[in-house]
């Protein structure tokens, strides 16, 4: 079966990528597949059924299950199956990965690729560069599908943990209490929940680890933002010993290998607080289901070998129906499956130029106001306000960045003053002769020194006044860059990404590995 869905075409770096309604279509699909499946029935209407649809593995970090599960699954759709580790491909000479999908979308008409990543942020980077790229070419863009990034995310396993809950609990959506354990801190399955939970209506989630071991604040945030209770508890002991137990638990392995030495000396403390033992059993609530994303420790797993045999195994049945969502997201993406979707589509909001209000003019004001030490303009423009609040330093600093930014190389006098109505001290530039700044710079003026003012002046007089807010996105400057040093954003010789900041609430997020930071952290300058 070949058609064209509504999901044709999309790329899903994260869990957000789709709607709600999106998810839960892709839940409801899945158990209609993986009954057909079971069934014996023909497949034929679930189908791509044509080798022009190439599904390319690349994998640059281990992987056993999603690799595996992707593969078997594209093979489901009688797609072409291209597998790339980095020990077997040009990847080994330096190549980046840019310059091997550039090529390798030239070869076939439709593509998917599936990228597992110890680097953050690396399929929202492809989807933004090699979709240019095929818009150029006159190439059909492709799909990209996150497999796993450092400890970002891992949606297409966040789908499958969802659809297990769901199973269990009868595709009942109205709640879930679920206990985290484990690695919370490195488990990019864990972090996915803060987004994958909300196909619930009221969910608990009570996170049981050591501090050590724990969610990081982000995640924490996301969840309680999301209407979620989070309740946290520093072992399983702790958490058995008071009354409202989960019955529904995802344990994570212990990322030792990501851990720093003050960490690892105390393995053995960590290990005993977060697996379970044979005395846990009978505190547990009657139906309890234990899931785990796997691979487990061999020798020291969280969940014993004891635990195995008994009801409480959910992960091999997990395991199982990481097949089954995997058909259904890479037939969602090639556009094979979708026809019947209801709901509401994902869709893509521009930014708007809200940063940047009409000010109200003083019609009796001059512009021998700004004569404070500074020359006085008859025509031009006058930054005022700069830094409003910041240190006298801060705000030479602000100056002189400005200054470089919007390349103001002209015949100009600034300084820092004291507010007129006011002891708060703020930065003033005066351009004489200049008409205005364009819009580009006012966009950067507003992401350099938001709560500036910008004022026109024609005639001694102010005829255009405009209050500079925090603009929605901050990008295209040299001095920005992403704190977390596992970002694509770093490889820009390589893969050709700048920085790029989102607006989120009171601070700001990159664009590629979603790493939240102040409006100062943005700055390396
Ligand atoms: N759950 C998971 O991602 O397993 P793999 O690392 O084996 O793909």
Same mark, same amino acid.
């Given at each position: ?132 790229? #095929? ?33 269990? !609990? ?51 945030? !996301? ?41 690892? $000396? ?59 969502? %995997? ?26 130029? $809200? ?131 596992? #970002?694509?954003?770093?490889? %820009? ?16 997020? #990159?664009?590629? #590995? ?12």
């Amino acid at each position: 079966m070949k058609s064209q869905g509504p999901f044709y075409g999309r790329s899903v770096s994260v869990v957000h990528d789709l709607t709600a309604d999106e998810q839960w279509y892709l839940y409801r699909k899945t158990a209609e597949i993986k009954a057909a499946v079971l069934e014996g029935r023909d497949l034929t209407a679930y189908r791509y059924g044509d080798r022009d649809l190439s599904v390319y593995l690349i994998f640059l970090e281990d992987s056993t299950r999603t690799k595996e599960s992707f593969r078997n699954a594209a093979a489901f759709h009688q797609a072409s199956v291209n597998v790339f580790d980095a020990a077997h491909s040009s990847f080994n000479k330096k190549e980046s990965l840019t310059d091997t999908l550039k090529m390798l979308v030239g070869y076939s008409r439709r593509s998917v690729f599936i990228i597992r990543s110890t680097v953050e942020g690396v399929t929202r980077a492809l989807e933004v560069t090699i979709g240019d790229y #095929c818009r150029k070419a006159g190439i059909e863009p492709p799909s990209f599908l996150n497999a796993g990034d450092g400890r970002h995310e891992h949606p297409s396993q966040e789908f499958l943990d969802e659809f297990s809950f769901l199973e269990k !609990k009868g595709w009942n959506r109205s709640s879930l209490h679920i206990a985290l354990t484990g690695d919370l801190y490195f488990g990019r399955t864990v972090h996915s929940k803060a987004d994958g939970l909300q196909i619930f209506n009221q969910v608990t989630v009570d996170l049981v680890a050591p501090p050590e071991l724990g969610l990081p604040d982000f995640y924490k945030q !996301k969840m309680l933002d999301n209407g979620f209770t989070v309740r946290t508890f520093p072992s399983i002991d702790a958490y058995l010993a008071q009354g409202e137990v989960a019955d529904v638990w995802y344990f994570t392995r212990l990322q030792l290998e990501r851990m720093g030495d003050e960490v690892l $000396d105390k393995v053995a403390r960590l290990k005993h607080a977060v697996t379970v033992r044979p005395e846990h059993l009978d505190k547990l609530p009657a139906g309890t289901k234990f899931y785990h994303p796997l691979p487990q420790n061999r020798t020291e797993p969280t969940i014993p070998d004891f635990v195995t045999p008994l009801p409480l195994n959910g992960w091999d049945e997990q395991s199982r129906n990481g097949y089954f969502t %995997r058909i259904t997201l890479i037939g969602m993406v090639a556009g094979c499956l979708g026809l019947d979707f209801k709901g509401e589509l994902k869709t893509v909001t521009e930014s708007g130029d $809200d940063f940047v209000e009409q000010g109200r003019i003083n019609p009796h004001g001059k512009s021998s106001e700004y004569k404070t030490g500074i020359k006085p303009v008859d025509d031009g423009i006058v930054i005022d306000h700069i830094g409003m609040g910041r240190s006298v330093e801060q705000i030479w600093k602000l100056l002189d960045k400005i200054r470089r930014n919007l390349q103001l190389n002209y015949l100009a006098s600034m300084g820092v003053f004291s507010s007129v109505k006011s002891d708060v001290v703020k930065g003033l530039i005066s351009i004489p002769d200049l008409p205005d700044l364009g819009f580009k710079k006012v966009k950067k003026l507003a992401a350099l020194s938001p709560g500036c003012t910008l004022n026109i002046v024609h005639g001694k007089q102010v005829i255009q006044k405009y209050r500079l807010h925090m603009p929605p996105k901050i990008y295209n400057f040299a001095e920005i860059g992403c704190r977390n040093e596992n #970002c694509i954003s770093h490889s %820009r010789q390589h893969e050709g990404i700048s920085p790029e900041f989102e607006r989120r609430g009171e601070g700001f997020v #990159c664009r590629f #590995c979603e790493r939240p930071h102040t409006y100062d952290d943005i700055w390396t300058d």
